[in-house]
């Protein structure tokens, strides 16, 4: 069913950044990271241009740390790069604006939290060869100060007018209900909680293979839209009973403790006044028709 | 070793000491800088740096006109590679002495680490202190071990908690010890995105009804802790059947995702650690400091 909203009253702004490059720390740093079992690893991480990896495709099983599908950019300064990613909300155009791209489209995906803080965005794959680290991306912020027609208690959270469209729900006894692939048990909610809920993301932990694929997360892909229960994301992310977030898979699973996939969360509600129903082929990769 | 260790033994003589300081801190907030709770009101609160002359380790955690209230005396040092060595090096239980100022010579104890590490001095001494009064610390304890359970992993434990901890060997083999709160895993928060060898994870308390079901609300500042399930090895992880011992080294917060801050001691995978509940397991009864003397 179709859900109404206050369209015509939100305000569309600029927001940008450039490119980001992937970040080691300096010598005499060890390049090192360690997995949640102490093991050191060295491989591909969180920013730049990424080739071969897009929204829809898997989550897990990677040989990578928090992946970013696509492109992900930063703002050139913390308080330039907190307001792209406060108000970035998926769903969102970006725009190539310097450099052999110039002019392609993309669209937003994701954000990522603490220690990373960039804007994930989905372009077309023989569009990411022409571009380079540093090229800058506008991206049409539009959505933030969404309020649901007769669902006033549920917050919505960097969510764009043309996700919130196209996001399979129903209504069952007043409760609007909205599909998502998997739930996320509170016992598995990792890093992000208790950091804030406008803008970045909230992981899910990996850990511990078994309790995550008895939970039916273990097959996650990028781009699902998922259910986080017991946990209220209104002003920062915390756990409570009856309290319900919903979030989009935004980057990969990593090896280390509290960061498996992250997830941005795009709607929460306290009191169960948002549900949840079972859809299988929810991913905003298919909702978008988003071009490979 | 010691009958101390319920005739266990540790490698304290092999450990090395040595001196880090910090400087009595002062409170700092930002301009316009509310602090929310759950609904969204936006209120400012005391509790963290600078000398908290009122709140004292065996004192309750929840309940204060507070945020995240450090007990005690909290430092820094203002070189960010010392301060984290202030951090990673300092244990708890190791002794504290002030370098200079009115007290120069007290003696204090090390309660926890925050986002600055957290001293107990009487509070005679409290009064004395003036902001940036240097506090040296004989910084001891990591890499201690018990040669019995090579599988257990201590983290800023000083060999003077080691011994005070109230060990002792369980009927089915495993290291036993009295702990006053038990919480369950899926409260654990803020602090999941940081590595476990750096300061602590707050539990999440603003489901405030569970917090009163389960007694959680009655914990105290300086208690010991145990969470099942949890694995603070290398980080914060989920595991199924693992234990971990932590204790409370800051007071309760409104924020989402917030609440008092649980210090990792111990960790071990699946059988390592068992623990009984005792109200009294709080490191203001066993080193005679704060609410407990």
Redo the contacts between chains.
């Keep these: 069913m179709t859900v109404t909203f206050n369209e015509a009253d939100l305000v569309a702004v600029s927001v940008g950044g450039v490119i980001a490059h992937p970040g080691f720390p300096g010598l005499p740093a060890e390049p090192y990271r360690?997995?949640?079992?102490?093991t050191p690893f060295l491989l591909p991480a969180w920013g730049g241009i990424v080739y071969n990896v897009s929204i829809g495709d898997k989550a897990f099983g990677w040989a990578a740390d928090c992946i970013h599908p696509g492109v992900s950019i930063r703002g050139t300064d913390d308080g330039r790069n907190r307001g792209l990613n406060v108000f970035s909300c998926l769903g969102n155009t970006a725009t190539v604006m310097t450099g052999q791209a110039q002019g392609a489209k993309g669209v937003v995906t994701g954000k990522s939290?603490?220690?990373s803080e960039q804007v994930i965005i989905h372009f077309p794959k023989e569009i990411r060869k022409k571009m380079a680290v540093g090229d800058q991306i506008i991206v049409k912020s539009y959505g933030t100060g969404i309020v649901i027609d007769g669902h006033e208690n549920i917050a919505c959270k960097g969510l764009s007018p043309d996700l919130l469209k196209v996001l399979p729900n129903k209504t069952e006894d007043g409760i609007l209900k909205f599909g998502t692939v998997a739930t996320v048990?509170?016992?598995?909610?990792?890093?992000?909680?208790?950091?804030t809920?406008e803008g970045g993301s909230l992981?899910m932990?990996s850990?511990?293979r078994?309790?995550l694929a008895e939970a039916g997360l273990d097959q996650l892909k990028l781009g699902d839209v998922v259910a986080i229960e017991?946990t209220?994301?209104?002003?920062?992310?915390?756990?409570?009973?009856g309290a319900m977030s919903i979030g989009v898979v935004g980057q990969t699973d990593g090896p280390?403790?509290?960061?498996g996939p992250g997830m941005t969360v795009i709607m929460t509600a306290?009191k169960g006044e948002l549900g949840t129903y079972r859809d299988a082929a929810a991913n905003i990769a298919s909702l978008l028709k988003l071009e490979a | 070793m010691s009958a101390e260790l319920g005739g266990l033994t540790s490698n304290a003589e092999s450990l090395v000491a040595m001196a880090v300081c910090g400087y009595v801190s002062s409170p700092s907030l930002r301009p316009g800088h509310y602090t929310?709770?759950?609904?969204?009101k936006g209120v400012i609160l005391p509790g963290m740096f600078g000398v908290t002359y009122n709140a004292s380790v065996g004192d309750r955690a929840f309940g204060w006109a507070g945020d995240h209230v450090e007990p005690g005396v909290s430092i820094a040092h203002p070189d960010e590679k010392s301060d984290m060595a202030l951090h990673y090096l300092s244990c708890l239980g190791n002794e504290a002495t002030v370098m200079s100022g009115l007290a120069k010579g007290a003696k204090g104890t090390v309660t926890g680490e925050h986002a600055r590490l957290l001293v107990a001095f009487p509070d005679e001494v409290n009064e004395l202190l003036n902001i940036g009064d240097q506090i040296q610390i004989e910084a001891v304890g990591r890499g201690i071990a018990l040669n019995e359970f090579p599988r257990i992993e201590f983290k800023k434990t000083s060999p003077k908690l080691l011994a005070s901890l109230g060990l002792t060997r369980a009927g089915n083999g495993a290291l036993k010890l009295p702990v006053a709160i038990e919480l369950?895993?899926?409260?654990?928060?803020?602090?999941?995105?940081l590595?476990?060898e750096y300061v602590d994870q707050?539990l999440?308390s603003?489901?405030r009804?569970?917090m009163a079901d389960l007694g959680i609300d009655q914990m105290r500042l300086g208690d010991i802790i145990a969470i099942r399930?949890a694995?603070h090895?290398?980080?914060?992880?989920?595991?199924?059947g693992a234990v971990s011992i932590a204790i409370c080294i800051h007071g309760d917060s409104i924020?989402?995702?917030?609440g008092p801050g649980i210090m990792t001691l111990m960790t071990c995978h699946e059988g390592g650690i068992e623990f009984e509940v005792d109200p009294s397991a709080n490191i203001a009864n066993y080193f005679r400091i704060g609410a407990g003397k």
């Design positions: 360690l997995a949640a079992d102490g939290g603490r220690f048990p509170a016992f598995l909610v990792g890093a992000g909680a208790g950091l809920s992981h932990q850990t511990d078994a309790a017991n209220d994301s209104r002003y920062n992310h915390g756990y409570l009973r280390r403790s509290g960061y306290p | 929310h709770h759950p609904d969204g369950p895993i899926e409260i654990m928060g803020s602090g999941a995105e590595n476990s707050d999440m603003g489901d009804a569970l399930h694995d090895h290398f980080g914060r992880s989920y595991r199924e924020m989402t995702g917030h």
